[in-house]
């Protein structure tokens, strides 16, 4: 995609600056959740947000106006312009300070028609369009760091690019679509957000004393076996969106049971279906156990006592897990049947678990060797981030995969196909040599017949 823009440059005006809120704000100190603070959220969320321009709003500088709505949004959202500590136990608490947000400006020699249809991240040069933080060694650290990094990019159309990239710590994706839609109504003339944020974040607090109550896969590497994923360089990856619109979801659903074809949702199916393809292309042995990971929201479920507007961290991953030979000499049904499984099981108890082991094993990192991991953010609204220009072009996640190690990581959203169908997108990332034979096995399981 990135090879079909033009050549462009992108001039920023003048160095970032510090955004603060617009109005003074409690100087206080606010843990985060045990859920919040664990070692798979300390990263930068990525997303970006593409805008044609509008006559009507011809001779307003994007610029300005969301910079205004962005202090004025850092009010009722004031921990996100605070900073964040580590305590004991790697526990990290936000000092609410009014230290404020990083915000740049800038211009490219484009226009929003340049990009084409973008339907699935990567989004196209992403990187001159998002603003980056200081690394040490490679990695991005969080703690006593901004938590939010804004750049809006105008474009020679009368459009612009809203790329910004969010603590994950602070947020998960509902949450971060949350604050940015409370920065899009001041943008567009509101006294306050329709939504008011809440903090909420003993919710998911460890319990006195702790006790984990489930095995926690997710946090258990698998026994043995090499995993070409961890090993690949980057140069030798392949990545390809996906698309699972009404026929390949049909050609899905007749290959699961009869007795299943009713209840199973559309990401149930595309993440067997995947999960198993993925599986069989890069060739692991029989008896090799293969896991799939998910993200499962908190948010509605029944039992799980959250404020309305709480924005913070409200999922765990839960784990479907099998051997290779299984997965691959089984119909589609059981790949399901394990899915359904891992997706009930996450209820209130389930996330103090893991809130509990959290506390008693340090706050590990996710398990990430021969695991495919994957996030459905087809509901969370991406484009419906409207600062007064319109709905956005492009809405989504900047990049294809973020966290540890990005191509075991997968996004699934929404998109029009070449047909005008709504999709389901997935943008895969393999070892080149497996590609092909992934394809093969997606065909294999999406024709109807």
């Not at 305590?87 to 608490?93: H, P």
Request: charged share 25%; proline share 8%.
């Amino acid at each position: 995609m990135a090879s079909s823009l033009p050549a462009f440059t992108v001039r920023r005006a003048g160095e970032p600056v510090l955004v603060a809120p617009a109005a003074p704000t409690p100087r206080e100190a606010k843990p985060l959740s045990d859920i919040d603070d664990a070692e798979g959220m300390r990263f930068y969320s990525s997303g970006i947000h593409l805008y044609r321009g509008d006559p009507a709003r011809a001779g307003q500088d994007p610029a300005r106006v969301v910079r205004e709505a962005l202090a004025r949004a850092l009010v009722p959202y004031y921990p996100l312009a605070g900073r964040l500590r580590e305590e004991k136990g790697r526990k990290l608490v936000v000092d609410c300070a009014g230290q404020g947000v990083m915000f740049a400006e800038a211009d490219a020699d484009l226009t929003a028609d340049d990009f084409g249809d973008v339907k699935s991240p990567p989004f196209p040069c992403f990187e001159r369009f998002i603003l980056e933080s200081t690394t040490i060694a490679g990695v991005e650290p969080v703690v006593d760091r901004p938590l939010l990094y804004v750049q809006v990019t105008r474009l020679k159309c009368g459009g612009f690019i809203f790329g910004r990239r969010i603590c994950h710590c602070l947020v998960d994706a509902p949450g971060a679509m949350q604050f940015e839609k409370a920065v899009c109504e001041f943008a567009r003339g509101a006294e306050a957000p329709s939504l008011a944020p809440a903090w909420g974040r003993e919710t998911f607090m460890a319990r006195q004393p702790p006790r984990p109550s489930y095995p926690h896969l997710e946090y258990r590497e698998p026994a043995g076996g090499h995993d070409r994923m961890m090993s690949t360089p980057p140069g030798d990856m392949a990545r390809v969106p996906f698309f699972f619109g009404p026929r390949e979801i049909a050609g899905l659903r007749q290959r699961a049971p009869p007795h299943m074809r009713g209840s199973c949702s559309r990401f149930e199916l595309v993440a067997a279906g995947i999960w198993r393809s993925r599986a069989a292309a890069l060739e692991y042995a029989p008896d090799e156990e293969v896991r799939l990971s998910f993200i499962v929201n908190a948010r509605g479920r029944a039992g799980v006592p959250l404020p309305e507007g709480f924005y913070g961290n409200a999922f765990a991953y839960s784990v479907a897990a099998t051997t290779a030979g299984e997965l691959c000499g089984r119909d589609l049904g059981y790949a399901l049947e394990l899915v359904k499984k891992a997706k009930a099981a996450v209820t209130h108890d389930y996330l103090l678990s893991v809130a509990d082991l959290m506390v008693l094993e340090g706050r590990p990192l996710f398990a990430l060797s021969r695991t495919y991991i994957v996030s459905d953010v087809s509901h969370a609204g991406f484009k419906s981030v409207d600062f007064g220009w319109g709905e956005a072009v492009y809405g989504g996640p900047a990049k294809g995969g973020e966290g540890p190690l990005p191509g075991v990581t997968n996004y699934l959203s929404r998109a029009k196909n070449g047909k005008g169908e709504e999709c389901t997108v997935v943008p895969v990332c393999l070892p080149k040599d497996a590609m092909e034979k992934f394809q093969l096995e997606v065909e294999g399981l999406t024709a109807e017949h």
